[in-house]
């Protein structure tokens, strides 16, 4: 078998023939030119082309997205417009409730008014105020004028925050009274005071409500009464004593008034005692005070 001549060194390596068979001598290879498996970059699918004819797919979305623009415009305005109408609405009203609500001034109890208080003092002290409410809530009765308290009391304890009315302050003449007058046991008693110095009245120890022995003085001293109820120490009664366990304050103790419960015979003989020679005061313990009236120093 012969063998294949030798390539020549000199020959460019390029005109060097190939071994093997040339591609169009090969069996079942196509003789067309092959083509390339990249697309061209300026080459676009055809199923993405746009539609260019009248009434195309980019007209119909220009249509749907001008609609949705003209609805969301029409919302905002109807929108602004209802906040506009509930703002207006929600203002007149305010303005329609007050013209509609009318308020009148009334006088109300600021504190606790005592019983017998006159209306001129607890005006002064300010335990009555005038005070501007809703027409409806006011008692018809209620005071609108402080000239109509001059001269009266009030019949009763007035709670604070309670309204002045016509029945709450009346003439002396009419019951109302004081704290002190309420305090007197019976209508045929009277009420007498007389001064005393911490040495006659058992150092100033006497509590509204005890029972003392009235004693006169002179170089022969006696029992005047025994047993007699104390009203009031100063000018505080058992009902509103301003110290401690019934006692009265340092204020009213120091006054050295006390006011007793009596007769109007016994009152008057009270007086001139105290007049002609003094009057001292012993102390009746607890246990004895449970008797309900003055008794003669003759009668133990």
Sequence with gaps: MARPPRPDPERPAKERPRRGRADHDRPGRSLRPRRSLSRSPHRRPTNQSKDHR??????RSATVG?????????????????????????????DRAE?????????????DIPKGTTGASAIAQGLIAPARTLRGSVPPSAVTDATLLEGKVAVSTIQARQFITDASFVA???????????????????????????ARAVANQI?????????????SGRYLYRA??????????AATAGGLNGQPS?????????????????????VNANRDGGIYLTLQPLLANGGNSTVQAGDR
Excluded: M
């Excluded at 506009?84 to 007149?92: I, R, T």
């Excluded at 013209?99 to 504190?111: I, Q």
């Excluded at 002396?172 to 001064?195: H, N, R, Y």
């Design 250 to 270: 340092a204020t009213a103790s120091a006054s050295g008034l006390i006011t007793f419960e009596v007769t109007p015979d016994q009152a008057l003989a009270i």
């Design 66 to 94: 001008n609609r949705r623009t003209l609805l969301a415009a029409a919302a905002i305005l109807l929108a602004a417009v209802a906040g506009l109408g509930v703002y207006f609405y929600v203002s007149g009203a305010d």
């Design 172 to 198: 002396p003449s009419e019951g109302g009274g004081g704290s002190l007058a309420a305090a007197i046991g019976s209508k045929d008693l009277v009420a007498v005071t007389v001064a005393f110095d911490s």
């Design 54 to 59: 009248p009434g195309g797919a980019d007209s």
């Design 228 to 237: 007699v109820k104390v009203l009031s120490i100063g000018q505080e009664t």
């Design 207 to 219: 509590a509204p409500g005890d029972r003392v022995d009235l004693i006169t003085g002179g170089e």
């Design 99 to 111: 013209n509609r609500v009318e308020t009148v001034e009334a006088f109300v109890a600021v504190n």
